[in-house]
């Protein structure tokens, strides 16, 4: 077992990217995940990266593009609104094929929001990362382990499907500091000599990357063909953890956060004779439908805990095929549920979820 | 065996480098750690606080919302937090910026002029390290023979100046 060190959970996952072999950050700061740009710019300069502070977040990622265009691995992060501002930036990433991370610390919406965190940025993530059809792998830590396991993780997934990532995190999980082990395993290199823009040494037909196809059989066609690769990610690359759920009669759906929360209210609901557990979905796309599904037939209610209005709660929803009622816990605007709001939905949960 | 601290107080304090002093002890025990600050714009001149967690089980949320040691270094952080703590708890004041004291009886209080304390010892801004040396002496969240290696792997070595200096409140408070 490697040494464990004390580190927040931006500054780990910044160093997480650079340990998976990231050498080109660009960023413009906003709180809570300034740490990441701070701790890229005193690191990358030392081990011959590049930092780059841009004008603005479109900059920001369409420098991305550019780095990632070149074959290399590359990462920007923000906030809420920031994320909005690159959402052009991102739905051209997809429309080439390019790999790329991109780090979300979510903070309080709608607007310039809150600097609290939130997880109200479920619907633009999963669903409208940008114009288009296209899909983002996401990933949602619960731990500060977590933020740096799925930073290299992320960049593995992006290369091997050729796509961005986003890794979807929180105020918390940025702010706060956990042990956590920094040994990963090997990167895996991947071959982008067919595609990438690296330089033909006169010896190859240019590589082009581009994302406008004018022909619509052309584009129909690239769009089948990225939706085909989804298929396989949905197959594939579905991440969840499950706590307490043999003999669960309630199922909470959390994730980051919400379900470091959950975890406690189970052990307390549990403690009073209530049988409840946690399917917790580490990747948000693809979502953990099958064993969502498959728990819908043991369990009689579950319960979406999260820090929005309700977003994920229709993935749920439609995961299970509406078989069981399920319940919202919410808190919003940078509020976070206790443990005593979670415990309450558990007692609801309990009451009403007796007829199928 | 599981301590939720919260420590409070105003910005310039040294309210975050003092839980991450507990937080430290706990990393280098193989203990479960969790160090979780507040971030909002009330630390800018007003109060600021930060939630540890030691604990031997898997910690579930970071957020101490009623902790069994507090440690109080100013009145709002007092009239804030004080109705949140667990009875039983354990709340420390220090009695140089606190003029009240607490209300509840159902919780064990430790009153320290802290801020006094570091002025009186030639130890500037180290009111945070007395407290947490009581809070040692009085709650057990950590062994003292610990703060030694604790302090030396915490402040780093172009700070080497700092150890004995925080060594040295941590023991006033510590005795106190």
């Given at each position: 077992?490697?040494?464990?060190?004390?580190?927040?959970?931006?500054?780990?996952?910044?160093?997480?990217?650079?340990?998976?072999?990231?050498?080109?950050y660009?960023?413009?700061?906003?709180?809570?995940?300034?740490?990441?740009?701070?701790?890229?710019?005193?690191r990358?300069?030392?081990?011959?990266?590049?930092?780059?502070?841009?004008?603005?977040?479109?900059?920001?990622?369409?420098?991305?593009?550019?780095?990632?265009?070149?074959?290399?691995?590359?990462?920007?992060?923000?906030?809420?609104?920031?994320?909005?501002?690159?959402?052009?930036?991102?739905?051209?990433?997809?429309?080439?094929?390019?790999?790329?991370?991109?780090?979300?610390?979510?903070?309080?919406?709608?607007?310039?929001?809150?600097?609290?965190?939130?997880?109200s940025?479920?619907?633009?993530?999963?669903?409208?990362?940008?114009?288009?059809?296209?899909?983002?792998?996401?990933?949602?830590?619960?731990?500060?382990?977590?933020?740096?396991?799925?930073?290299?993780?992320?960049?593995?997934?992006?290369d091997?499907?050729?796509?961005?990532?986003?890794?979807?995190?929180?105020?918390?999980?940025?702010?706060?500091?956990?042990?956590?082990?920094?040994?990963?395993?090997?990167?895996?290199?991947?071959?982008?000599?067919?595609?990438?823009?690296?330089?033909?040494?006169?010896?190859?037909k240019?590589?082009v990357?581009?994302?406008?196809?004018?022909?619509?059989?052309?584009?129909?066609?690239?769009?089948?063909?990225?939706?085909?690769?989804?298929?396989?990610?949905?197959?594939?690359?579905?991440?969840?953890?499950?706590?307490?759920?043999?003999?669960?009669?309630?199922?909470?759906?959390?994730?980051?956060?919400?379900?470091?929360?959950?975890?406690?209210a189970?052990d307390?609901?549990?403690?009073?004779?209530?049988?409840?557990?946690?399917?917790?979905?580490?990747?948000?796309?693809?979502?953990?439908?099958?064993?969502?599904?498959?728990?819908?037939?043991?369990?009689?209610?579950?319960?979406?805990?999260?820090?929005?209005?309700?977003?994920?709660?229709?993935?749920?929803?439609?995961?299970?095929?509406?078989?069981?009622?399920?319940?919202?816990?919410?808190?919003?605007?940078?509020?976070?549920?206790?443990?005593?709001?979670?415990?309450?939905?558990?007692?609801?949960?309990?009451?009403?979820?007796?007829d199928? | 065996?599981?301590?939720e601290?919260?420590?409070?107080?105003?910005?310039g304090?040294?309210?975050?480098?003092?839980?991450?002093?507990?937080?430290?002890?706990?990393?280098?025990?193989?203990?479960?750690?969790?160090?979780?600050?507040?971030?909002?714009?009330?630390?800018?001149?007003?109060?600021?606080?930060?939630?540890?967690?030691?604990?031997?089980?898997?910690?579930?949320?970071?957020?101490?919302?009623?902790?069994?040691?507090?440690?109080?270094?100013?009145?709002?952080?007092?009239?804030?937090?004080e109705?949140?703590?667990?009875?039983?708890?354990?709340?420390?004041?220090?009695?140089?910026?606190?003029?009240?004291?607490?209300?509840?009886?159902?919780?064990?209080?430790?009153?320290?002029?802290?801020?006094?304390?570091?002025?009186?010892?030639?130890?500037?801004?180290?009111?945070?390290?007395?407290?947490?040396?009581?809070?040692?002496?009085?709650?057990?969240?950590?062994?003292?023979?610990?703060?030694?290696?604790?302090?030396?792997?915490?402040?780093?070595?172009k700070?080497?100046n700092?150890?004995?200096?925080?060594?040295?409140?941590?023991?006033?408070?510590?005795?106190?």
């Open positions: 077992m490697a040494e464990k060190v004390l580190m927040k959970g931006n500054e780990a996952l910044a160093e997480a990217a650079i340990m998976a072999g990231c050498r080109h660009f960023g413009y700061p906003i709180t809570p995940q300034t740490e990441i740009a701070a701790y890229m710019a005193k990358m300069p030392v081990i011959g990266g590049t930092f780059l502070q841009a004008e603005s977040e479109i900059a920001a990622i369409n420098m991305i593009y550019g780095a990632a265009a070149a074959g290399k691995r590359a990462m920007t992060s923000s906030s809420s609104p920031g994320i909005a501002l690159k959402s052009e930036g991102i739905s051209y990433l997809a429309g080439s094929d390019l790999p790329a991370l991109i780090i979300n610390v979510q903070r309080g919406g709608p607007g310039l929001g809150g600097i609290q965190p939130s997880q940025d479920y619907f633009q993530s999963t669903k409208s990362a940008g114009h288009g059809d296209f899909k983002l792998i996401v990933l949602a830590p619960a731990s500060v382990q977590e933020m740096v396991d799925l930073t290299f993780k992320g960049f593995d997934l992006a091997k499907y050729r796509m961005p990532a986003m890794l979807l995190s929180d105020g918390t999980m940025g702010q706060m500091m956990e042990p956590v082990s920094l040994e990963m395993g090997e990167v895996k290199e991947y071959d982008k000599s067919s595609w990438a823009a690296c330089g033909t040494k006169c010896e190859r240019h590589n990357v581009n994302s406008l196809f004018i022909q619509p059989e052309e584009l129909e066609r690239y769009n089948f063909e990225r939706y085909e690769r989804y298929a396989q990610i949905e197959a594939n690359e579905v991440m969840y953890d499950e706590y307490k759920m043999e003999d669960a009669e309630i199922c909470i759906v959390a994730y980051g956060v919400a379900a470091r929360v959950s975890q406690n189970i307390k609901a549990r403690e009073a004779g209530i049988k409840v557990g946690m399917i917790r979905p580490i990747t948000l796309w693809p979502f953990p439908k099958a064993v969502l599904n498959a728990a819908a037939d043991k369990v009689k209610a579950f319960i979406s805990v999260e820090l929005s209005m309700g977003q994920m709660i229709e993935d749920v929803e439609l995961a299970i095929r509406c078989k069981k009622p399920v319940l919202l816990c919410n808190r919003v605007g940078g509020m976070i549920p206790t443990t005593e709001d979670v415990l309450n939905s558990i007692n609801k949960a309990n009451s009403v979820g007796g199928k | 065996m599981t301590h601290i919260l420590l409070a107080g105003f910005g304090q040294g309210i975050l480098f003092s839980g991450k002093f507990l937080a430290y002890d706990g990393l280098l025990e193989d203990k479960e750690v969790s160090w979780l600050p507040s971030y909002g714009p009330e630390m800018r001149g007003g109060t600021c606080n930060c939630s540890i967690i030691l604990s031997d089980t898997k910690i579930g949320s970071p957020i101490v919302s009623n902790p069994n040691v507090l440690v109080a270094m100013n009145l709002p952080s007092l009239d804030k937090f109705a949140s703590a667990v009875p039983g708890a354990k709340i420390f004041v220090d009695s140089s910026l606190i003029d009240r004291k607490v209300e509840r009886d159902d919780v064990e209080v430790y009153y320290i002029p802290a801020t006094k304390l570091a002025s009186d010892e030639n130890l500037p801004g180290l009111a945070n390290m007395i407290m947490i040396g009581h809070v040692i002496a009085k709650a057990g969240v950590m062994p003292y023979e610990n703060v030694e290696t604790t302090m030396k792997k915490l402040v780093p070595a700070k080497q700092l150890i004995e200096l925080n060594i040295k409140a941590v023991e006033l408070g510590y005795n106190y």
